[in-house]
């Protein structure tokens, strides 16, 4: 029998000879996720390989979850205490990593784990210090790690009244997620006089999403059963039961395993340490039911019943299993407890806040990088969780919201990333801590979906017991999917939260008490979004099905038939796929070269291999309509109209008005002030983008339709608007843009040569004026699509050096990403988070530019951390050039005349969404009234507008006719994994002698490859196909 | 349609026998159940008779239990698994046609397997490949872009022995 003195020789013992094995150890992480990435057949490798290699003295064993999810498997290195972990492992991996680390003694970095990164030096590991690290089928190694020593510690030296002291001293707080007081919960049942008491471990973590309890089950089950000894000790418990779920077969092999070998010890059983302490622990399995999780469900189900929860008082604590005194604490509370002995309550309290000491554990999943566990200290913010311990969104997707506590919490939007976890704060936010679940999403996710996942979940999970849970989760699962459906109503948003506050209040358990959370929460974060389901029957995320016929149109902010001109193209038709384009864009050739493509961002083909290469094959078809046929499709006019309207600015908002004002049979004027037309697609996008040639071709289709176009004629100084009333104008369309750069007021700028504004140097560029930038160093500052044209420009015109200085990160760069990579692959240089200071100069000519480091402030509302000066970080960079990029506002010369049109503090025109001005007859769009936009934005603004003036001057206001295409699948759709065809392109050299086309767009053969991959998500009926 | 598709007399004696090592207490009601379900496959009426004579409660209470919980199946899952999607993107793309059809076509109903054990037909939340909706696994197996009668074919199939399983069956 052992000894409580002895446990502490043996521990040391046993501590140095693990720590002072000198021989090889191969370490292979087998918890569930490991085992489900494919670790065993790993081991097996290594296995084989150890002998094929005749490599000598090497032990291989196991251990449990590491918490870095997303490497799995993990095979570990371990020589005389030096670790070297290798990820994402492959059977060839393996072999190669045992041949050449271990045979050849030679490390292969580039695939091992960095341990020294901020997923873990971020971290303050408790309850999972040992997981990952130790074997835990290896009670040894668990011990050597201090495993019962807080036991040993409490028989010695402390009385049960003692621990249940120091617990609370420590303030430990309940981590399934209620955060009750553990020591008091604890006192209440030791404070109980009857005889015999339970102590039960609640191992059921239903929650979908959280798997912080089975890794300590897997990797550490020991310091559970410790947790659970300490506390029984505590109470006067002298049986303990660990309810786990049955889908947790490994963990509950684990825990048999670490029983047995505890009680072989005498670390549990009878008589521990020789203490006259007895604590048996037995397990018992859940079977499938949600609710157990909850106290007197799980109580009732260890007595083989049906999970129904009871009533409450009496609490457990007075009268639990078997009627008898009950303590329940979950998993991660337990896996605290030997720690707080072993180092004290003020040890605990250093850490986390001051209301919640101590650390949490949270389970990251969804559209993250570093999907995993974390185990941090209590106050850290969501923030730096999601984007600097677990390396921010996949794929740099834009952060909507995450979702903490399961289906019993809320979700935390952009606006709450700064808030310091704990379980107080998190109740004010509108949800809970939970377990520790934490689902990060991005703008694709649906937050009605969402929250209809969550109900229905709640919905089958609940026992049926009392009518408020069983019926009111129905009810308002019901509502819910009226609303994804389409056949929402405005009353629904009321009645819904409504019947959530019901529910909440007259369920009988935490189960119906918080079914209501994700709804409620994603009602008061995203009310714009459900509005948006329930009014314009819209789902901007492109989930909601029943809302849109394919998620490629619905995405796309002019309403493009995608899948049709797709087909089209496939079919050979190439007129055809222009018209069905043109039909809600008139400015196909356009978007086939400078759109954002958002269409791409849904395409539901991502989903296999790539998206379908939308962009491209809008390209194609303009461009073989050039080629091969007549020029471009002239649409048919109305009956002509005897009004006139005028159109001010020929961007893409004003054509595209033009275009459908002269379709609905209007006599159309657009006045031009710059020589050339097109606004800001011939003035600011780049030549070797969209080639001013073609642009014109596409503008012709506005003539030949009858569209008048007056250039040179600025409104405001070659003619006012009220002359234009006076000519016989109807009505006056702003499509001015925003073409003025906002001021850097940077030190230093006021007269000196070469200092630029960049919508100055693209406009010059566009109309032919020859600069003198070749060999000179040049600074872009800004981040967005002009800075991006600006500085590939100058490679073009010979600059020495370009570099682009921008005061947030790199990935918080609002300019297209496929740009920002092209401007990279010429050789453009990004700084970023840097701040412009002062520029010095010599005789007027530009020499430096002084920076200033910047780091990453607060969260703001953007989601992008605010960028934050760094006193005393002063940069200089050398520099002749400074072209600032910073920022676009009006320029209202056109309120020179009598009319004055109402500007909003930010420089740009007032409008409230319906186009209107302050004067009747005036409306505005595009540019001028959103702010700086994409191409494509500012074509869905113009087709509105021109309905609104349709409506004004009388008319229906139908500027596209509602036409029911048939949708067949015309050939068989390519299934089998393909990615897609890419876009060809000139050389880097040829792009730096001139200004030619950088792409080179499809051949046909390409344009039909690419076409077949489309998965037609618009066809509903998909008959077979012979 | 019969539901009890192992005839009792198959696995009475070793059920009896490993019932031997509860003490009868009735509170371990959910542990008996689950070996039972181990050693049959899933829990028949006379499964769930026996075991209320060994543990001394009403055949009616043993059924409340298995009916509770999600884990345990009156009915035994087929050879061949079939799983249909119900989230939105199947479901607009006419999952609820095809779960009509394979009802249909096998007289069973979700959740149910048929008479001679070849298929069960299980409706999931969602299986997360929305892109190839409507989706059906058989026994893990993916297909996507379904209609009726496609679904339907795979099935057979499958029946016929024209689709092997890799590995163990």
Wanted: glycine content about 10%.
């Amino acid at each position: 029998m052992l000894k409580i003195e002895e446990l502490e020789e043996i521990q040391k013992g046993l501590f140095d000879k693990y720590s002072g094995i000198k021989k090889d150890r191969i370490i292979i992480g087998m918890g569930t996720c490991g085992i489900a990435a494919g670790a065993e057949e790993i081991l097996k490798t290594a296995q084989k390989e150890i002998k094929k290699l005749n490599l000598k003295d090497i032990e291989i064993s196991i251990t449990g979850c590491l918490g870095i999810c997303a490497e799995e498997p993990i095979m570990e290195i371990r020589t005389n205490n030096e670790r070297y972990i290798y990820g994402n492992l492959n059977p060839e991996k393996t072999r190669e990593i045992l041949k050449t680390h271990l045979g050849e003694r030679n490390i292969i970095n580039r695939w091992l784990i960095d341990q020294n990164s901020d997923f873990f030096s971020k971290q303050k590991r408790i309850v999972l210090k040992n997981c990952g690290n130790i074997n835990p089928e290896n009670i040894e190694e668990a011990i050597a790690n201090h495993g019962y020593l807080g036991l040993a510690k409490a028989l010695k030296s402390f009385s049960p009244n003692e621990v249940i002291e120091i617990i609370k001293n420590a303030k430990l707080r309940g981590r399934g997620g209620a955060g009750f007081s553990t020591g008091l919960k604890w006192e209440l049942a030791a404070n109980n006089s009857t005889q015999e008491k339970y102590l039960i471990c609640n191992a059921d973590e239903g929650d979908p999403g959280a798997f912080m309890d089975r890794s300590i089950l897997e990797g550490d089950p020991h310091r559970l059963l410790e947790g659970m000894a300490l506390a029984a000790y505590a109470v006067g418990a002298s049986r303990g039961y660990i309810y786990c779920r049955a889908e947790y077969p490994l963990a509950i092999k684990r825990l048999k395993k670490a029983i047995k070998s505890a009680e072989g010890m005498g670390l549990l059983g009878e008589n521990i340490l020789d203490s006259g302490f007895d604590f048996r622990v037995n397990i018992r399995l859940g079977a499938g039911a949600f609710v157990c999780g909850e106290e007197t469900a799980l109580i009732a189900s260890i007595e083989g019943k049906r999970g129904e929860p009871r009533s409450k008082p009496p609490f457990p604590s007075e009268s639990g299993l078997f009627e008898k005194a009950t303590v329940i604490n979950n998993v991660e509370t337990l896996a605290n407890v030997p720690e707080i002995i072993r180092k004290g309550s003020e040890w605990f309290k250093k850490i986390g806040t001051e209301a919640s000491p101590g650390t949490k554990v949270f389970a990251l999943a969804g559209e993250i990088k570093k999907n995993g566990l974390v185990e941090v200290p209590m106050g850290t913010t969501p923030g730096e969780i999601i984007f600097d311990i677990c390396g921010g969104l996949e794929n740099d997707a834009e952060f909507k919201a995450a979702q903490t506590g399961g289906p019993s919490g809320g979700c935390i939007p952009i606006e709450h990333l700064n808030v310091p976890i704990d379980y107080d704060s998190l109740k004010e936010l509108g949800t809970i801590m939970g377990s520790g679940g934490l689902i990060v999403m991005d703008t694709q996710t649906c937050m009605v979906d969402l929250a209809k996942y969550f109900i229905d979940f709640c919905k089958d999970e609940s026992c049926g017991q009392c009518t408020s849970c069983r019926i009111g989760t129905t009810r308002m699962l019901e509502i819910l999917e009226k609303i994804s459906e389409g056949r929402g109503e405005k009353e629904d948003l009321d009645l819904l939260v409504e019947m959530g506050e019901v529910i909440k209040d007259s369920s009988f358990c935490g189960l119906g008490q918080s079914a209501p959370n994700p709804v409620l929460s994603t009602i008061r974060y995203f009310k714009d979004e459900y509005l948006d389901h329930i009014e314009n029957k819209h789902c901007d995320s492109s989930v909601c099905a029943s809302l849109f016929t394919s998620p490629c149109q619905n995405a796309c902010p002019a309403n493009v038939d995608v899948p049709l001109y797709i087909d089209a193209i496939r079919q050979g038709d190439y007129k055809r796929a222009y018209q069905i384009i043109q039909i809600e864009n008139p400015l196909v050739l356009v978007c086939g070269r400078v759109c954002y493509n958002l269409c791409e961002n849904a395409c539901n083909r991502d989903g296999i291999d790539e998206a379908l290469a939308i962009r491209e094959l809008k390209r194609f078809a303009s461009d073989y309509l050039l080629k091969n046929e007549d020029g471009f499709p002239i649409p048919e006019i109305e009956a002509e109209k005897d009004k006139k309207i005028a159109v001010i600015g020929s961007g893409p908002s004003g054509l595209t008005a033009a275009f459908y004002l002269r379709k609905k049979g209007y006599q159309v004027t657009i006045f031009e002030a710059e020589t050339e037309v097109g606004g800001m697609l011939a003035l600011g996008i780049p030549e070797y983008r969209l080639p001013k040639e073609l642009l014109n071709e596409e503008i012709g289709v506005l003539t030949a339709m009858g569209v008048e176009i007056v250039v040179n004629t600025k409104i405001g100084e070659d003619i006012l608007i009220e002359d234009l009333r006076e000519e016989g104008f109807w009505a006056v369309y702003l499509a001015v843009g925003a073409q003025k750069d906002r001021d850097l007021n940077i030190e230093g700028s006021e007269e000196v040569e070469g200092y630029y504004s960049a919508l100055d140097v693209l406009k010059e560029l566009n109309q032919g004026h020859e600069f003198d930038f070749k060999d000179k160093k040049i600074s872009v500052i800004g981040g967005g699509n002009a800075a991006i044209d600006t500085a590939r420009n100058m490679i073009r015109l010979g600059a020495e050096e370009v570099n682009i200085i921008y005061r947030r990160t790199k990935n918080d760069m609002p300019a297209h990403k496929e740009e920002i990579r092209e401007a990279e692959y010429e050789r453009v240089n990004i700084y970023s988070q840097l701040n412009p200071h002062k520029i010095h100069s010599e005789n007027n000519k530009i020499k430096k530019l002084e920076c200033l480091e910047v780091k990453g402030g607060k969260f703001d509302q953007s989601g992008r951390r605010k960028p934050v000066e760094i006193k005393d970080s002063k940069l200089m960079i050398d520099t002749d050039i400074i072209i600032s990029a910073v920022g676009q506002e009006v320029e209202d010369y056109f309120n020179k005349g009598k009319f004055k049109v109402e500007l909003t503090k930010n420089n740009l025109i007032k409008s409230e969404g319906d186009f209107s001005t302050n004067v009747d007859w005036i409306f505005a769009g595009g540019d001028c009234v959103s702010g700086p936009s994409t191409v494509v934005e500012s074509i869905q603004q113009g087709k509105k507008a021109a309905s609104e003036i349709d409506k004004y001057l009388g008319g229906d206001g139908e500027v596209v006719k509602k036409e029911n295409f048939e949708r067949n699948i015309s050939s068989p759709i390519l299934e089998e994994q393909k990615s897609r065809v890419k876009m060809p392109t000139i050389l880097l050299s040829e792009r730096k002698r001139g200004f030619k086309e950088v792409e080179k767009g499809y051949s046909l053969d390409q344009a039909v490859e690419e076409a077949s991959r489309c998965l037609r998500c618009d066809v509903k009926e998909k008959e077979e196909v012979i | 349609m019969s539901l009890n598709l192992k005839e009792s007399h198959e696995y009475e004696a070793e059920l009896k026998n490993k019932l031997k090592k509860y003490s009868g207490h009735n509170y371990e009601l959910i542990e008996v159940l689950h070996e039972a379900q181990e050693l049959i496959g899933y829990l028949p009426k006379e499964a769930q008779k026996i075991i209320a004579d060994h543990l001394n409660l009403a055949p009616g209470r043993v059924n409340s239990v298995v009916s509770f919980y999600n884990h345990f199946s009156e009915y035994s899952k087929g050879e061949f698994q079939v799983s249909l999607c119900k989230g939105t993107a199947c479901y607009v793309k006419g999952s609820q046609d095809i779960i009509k059809k394979i009802e249909d076509k096998y007289g069973i109903k979700s959740g149910q397997t048929t008479e001679d054990g070849k298929v069960s037909l299980n409706v999931v939340r969602c299986l997360g490949a929305c892109g190839l909706s409507p989706v059906m696994t058989v026994n893990g197996k993916a297909y996507g872009l379904l209609n009726p009668e496609k679904a339907v074919k795979i099935i057979e199939n499958y029946l016929n022995g024209k689709i092997k399983e890799e590995g163990n069956a």
